[in-house]
């Protein structure tokens, strides 16, 4: 291994978003007395979520700010989305949307857009309040049920909605949208492209949705061949990161290039160019500063495939 590189670290473990401590007991939580006991016990600690924003006690060492169920009684009963997001050392955590009520004032806690507090927490809580935005924000979105029109009510401590039409009755479930994110190579150089909204002088991995009927190789190459014209063969798999913003799951692959010449397609990318291993070195070691050209931080899955790609993924 070159000197070089030895200053670039190993992909970041886990990924920010992911390895959360918490059970998710999926058997327990259909149970309602099981439930109904976690909801009131004094041991249960509760996370408020103010228009998707999570209270982080700053400090030393940022941390979440874990609230006891006595706060929020009121407006549960009031009907405030409350959910169980999974059980550690016996205590069950439970995520409350409390965008009904003006923000509380808690001291030394600051409420964070969970993007910025994933950069100040550790790598368990970052994950916590991945699931917590993601699942609030679903069920915000799904008062209705899709299918009749009709109100749904949540279910199963969050994990379902439930149409309140007696004819109709749909179940419908959290989502979750696969997004694939791609390092393209060829000949030990990396493609790499740039969105008009990104901060100027920063380069990505290429990225996009998946459309039904579409396995991952397949939108990998059609996501490469619409946003830059290069043609891709051969994909391989990396890594993964859920992106709660509101509910995509990153698929990290790398793809072969079998071709070189680059056409933007010009609306969603402004620029796209190969890039040296030598200054993709260059380019993670400068994410989160000033110089150009730049990755994006360690947060995003980009950054960590362009660290997997130089570690030889
Ligand atoms: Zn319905």
């Not at 009121?74 to 999974?86: D, E, H, S, T, V």
């Not at 950069?119 to 699931?131: G, N, R």
């Amino acid at each position: 291994m070159n000197e070089t590189l030895q200053s670039t670290p190993p992909v970041d473990n886990p990924i920010t978003f992911s390895g959360s401590p918490l059970d998710r007991v999926s058997d327990k939580r259909k149970n309602a007395d099981w439930l109904a006991d976690q909801m009131s016990s004094s041991k249960s600690l509760f996370l408020p979520l103010h228009e998707l924003k999570v209270p982080v006690e700053l400090g030393r060492q940022p941390r979440l700010n874990w609230r006891p169920r006595t706060e929020f009684g009121m407006l549960i009963r009031a009907g405030a989305p409350c959910l169980l997001l999974g059980v550690q050392d016996g205590m069950a955590h439970f995520a409350v949307d409390v965008s009904a009520a003006p923000p509380a004032r808690y001291e030394g806690t600051k409420l964070m857009d969970v993007r910025s507090a994933a950069m100040l927490l550790p790598a368990a809580e970052a994950a916590i309040i991945a699931q917590a935005r993601s699942m609030l924000d679903w069920h915000a979105r799904h008062r209705f049920c899709a299918v009749c029109g009709q109100r749904t009510e949540m279910h199963d401590a969050g994990y379902s909605r439930l149409c309140t039409d007696e004819a109709c009755k749909a179940q419908h479930f959290p989502r979750t949208d696969p997004v694939t994110i791609m390092l393209v190579e060829r000949e030990g150089r990396l493609l790499l492209g740039r969105q008009p909204r990104f901060i100027p002088g920063t380069y990505s991995a290429l990225a996009g949705f998946m459309e039904p009927g579409e396995n991952i190789e397949e939108c990998v190459r059609r996501e490469i061949f619409e946003e830059s014209g290069i043609r891709v063969g051969a994909v391989r798999y990396v890594a993964s990161q859920p992106w709660p913003f509101p509910s995509s799951l990153m698929i990290g692959c790398i793809g072969e290039a079998l071709s070189e010449e680059i056409t933007i397609d010009g609306e969603e990318l402004e620029d796209a160019r190969w890039f040296t291993r030598a200054e993709i070195i260059q380019m993670v070691e400068r994410a989160g500063g000033n110089e150009t050209p730049r990755m994006p931080p360690a947060l995003s899955l980009a950054h960590q495939l362009a660290r997997a790609w130089l570690r030889g993924a």
